[in-house]
T-cell receptor, first 116, second 115 residues
Framework: DQQVKQNSPSLSVQEGRISILNCDYT??????FLWYKKYPAEGPTFLIS?????DKNEDGRFTVFLNKSAKHLSLHIVPSQPGDSAVYFC???????????????FGQGTRLTINP | NAGVTQTPKFRVLKTGQSMTLLCAQD?????MYWYRQDPGMGLRLIHY???????AKGEVPDGYNVSRLKKQNFLLGLESAAPSQTSVYFC??????????????FGPGTRLTVT
């Protein structure tokens, strides 16, 4: 039961253009969403997040959009740069049965390649 | 600050052998987590801890045990390794969600191969 899905395993974008990465989820209990970026042989690093009570959050070149009725979120990167080439994971958060702890459920990841 | 560190970086085990993976964090986080990542799949939660001496099962706990004797350390043990446990293991730590801080900070990973 894949609660968080990233249906595009890979995406190739020209430098300077917009990159759009998509993520779908099924569990209505998720109340916070995060995007992580991962380079080879490194751990994931946090990129941007959004609360379920918002529909947009922007941080520099990165914007995350949330469509709660469609259970869909997307990450927009504009303009795309060669250093953005990495694997991007969408993650959804809900509180665990223990107060204060959270469980992150990750999508499969999308490998983004920015071509010069 | 070193953040989250993991030891070792790489390990090869034979089926049936045991080992312990060590995770350490210097951010004074209450919560710590162990994930595994397999090809074509996202990270999956194995076990997590909400404080010293307190642990809980995640999504894929079978075949693993954990201990948190000190706030800064979280150990993941494999008592009898199986080829299905070949994976990359990530440790993470975080503050409580109640603080409004949802980010988990990840270590660099341990690549484990079981033959």
């Amino acid at each position: 039961d894949q609660q968080v899905k990233q249906n595009s395993p890979s995406l190739s974008v020209q430098e300077g253009r917009i990159s759009i990465l998509n993520c779908d989820y099924t569990n209505s209990m998720f109340d916070y969403f995060l995007w992580y970026k991962k380079y080879p042989a490194e751990g994931p690093t946090f990129l941007i997040s959004i609360s379920s009570i918002k529909d947009k959050n922007e941080d520099g070149r990165f914007t995350v959009f949330l469509n709660k009725s469609a259970k869909h979120l997307s990450l927009h990167i504009v303009p795309s740069q060669p250093g953005d080439s990495a694997v991007y994971f969408c993650a959804a958060s809900r509180e665990s049965t223990i107060q204060g702890a959270q469980k992150l459920v990750f999508g499969q990841g999308t490998r983004l390649t920015i071509n010069p | 600050n070193a953040g989250v560190t993991q030891t070792p970086k790489f390990r090869v085990l034979k089926t049936g052998q045991s080992m312990t993976l060590l995770c350490a964090q210097d951010m004074n986080h209450e919560y710590m987590y162990w994930y595994r990542q397999d090809p074509g799949m996202g990270l999956r939660l194995i076990h997590y801890s909400v404080g010293e001496g307190t642990t809980a099962k995640g999504e894929v706990p079978d075949g693993y045990n954990v201990s948190r004797l000190k706030k800064q350390n979280f150990l993941l043990g494999l008592e009898s390794a199986a080829p299905s446990q070949t994976s990359v293991y990530f440790c993470a730590s975080s503050y409580s969600r109640d603080r409004g801080d949802y980010e988990q900070y990840f270590g660099p990973g341990t690549r484990l191969t079981v033959t």
